[in-house]
């Protein structure tokens, strides 16, 4: 059976679909593929870029990658292209600091089981959107996306979100393994639970490994800003909005360490330690370069304004 590059059968069962809250219809596979690309794409139009053309709105075509001989994910109808002729293929930066930010945090959502092309390491293909896990991830995707097989209940107290413990699974743990510096496999297990209980006890707060209300409050807080008492133990942290670089130590460090794992799940994987050492420059170069920043590895007025910190 013929299969295009990520893997998925050439040719599949595929339907003309209409982007949810659009007039948009993109030609996508049946099943839990498409579902999951159409999320993608209505949050996309809601909180990215309006689908505001539909003629360079693409999906299924049979046909090799550009400028390659391998067959393009286009083939199973696992790919969409996204206002196409606004982010021509090879060109980068076509996105801003904060879409590019708001695409990786809609990507988390379906637990990175698709990829963007502006996260590719070579050419760049920031219209580009395609699966990229098996098919049993993208179906435990689509079904909690389509009102099922979510493993925690969401608890009023938390701001809407679910209530986590071993055991849980999904986005939502994927995001606070980020915030933890951990990787990022949406699987709450024992590290994870262990890692939960250190920050609760940094923080005051009960230490029971359970990500519930309080535990979420001061997480987003974290995402949002600076997050009291999370440092380094350093006796001369580096000050709220000082300018950071290599050598800096803090909680403004662990901050933005956090902010860069959240945000941007596909380079960055920092342990969030509030040390500005070459692994967090080397992270930062990255941002600034797809952001259109100066990449100089300085988390500066500019850098840190990119990234709402």
Do not use: C
């Not at 956090?258 to 330690?273: F, G, K, V």
Request: charged content about 20%.
């Amino acid at each position: 059976m013929a299969v295009s590059q990520n893997g998925w059968p050439v040719n599949p069962p595929r339907s003309s679909r209409t982007v949810p809250g659009t007039n948009v219809r993109i030609v996508v596979a049946d099943g839990p593929a498409g579902d999951v690309l159409m999320y993608v794409l209505s949050q996309f139009d809601k909180r990215v870029e309006d689908l505001d053309q539909g003629a360079d709105d693409w999906g299924y075509a049979n046909r090799p990658i550009r400028g390659g001989t391998a067959t393009s994910n286009h083939a199973s109808a696992t790919a969409a292209d996204a206002n196409a002729t606004r982010h021509p293929l090879g060109k980068r930066g076509t996105f801003t600091g904060p879409q590019v930010a708001e695409i990786h945090r809609i990507l988390s959502e379906v637990d990175n089981v698709v990829r963007w092309g502006g996260d590719y390491s070579g050419r760049a293909d920031e219209m580009h959107f395609e699966i990229n896990a098996p098919h049993s991830r993208v179906a435990a995707v689509a079904t909690r996306l389509n009102g099922g097989g979510n493993p925690s209940p969401p608890d009023s107290g938390s701001g809407g979100r679910a209530t986590l413990k071993r055991g849980s699974s999904g986005a939502d743990v994927a995001l606070v393994q980020r915030f933890l510096g951990l990787k990022a496999d949406g699987i709450f297990g024992t590290d994870t639970e262990s890692a939960v209980k250190r920050y609760q006890s940094r923080q005051g707060i009960t230490a029971d490994g359970i990500v519930g209300p309080a535990t979420w409050a001061r997480i987003t807080s974290g995402l949002g800003g600076a997050v009291p008492g999370t440092g380094g133990g350093t006796p001369t942290p580096t000050p709220p909005g000082a300018t950071l670089k290599r050598g800096s130590q803090g909680p403004a460090v662990t901050t933005l360490q956090r902010r860069l794992n959240a945000w941007y799940p596909a380079y960055s994987h920092l342990t969030a330690d509030g040390i500005y050492g070459a692994g967090t420059e080397s992270v930062v170069k990255e941002f600034q370069r797809r952001a259109g920043l100066v990449a100089d590895g300085i988390a500066g007025p500019r850098t840190l304004a990119a990234l709402k910190l």
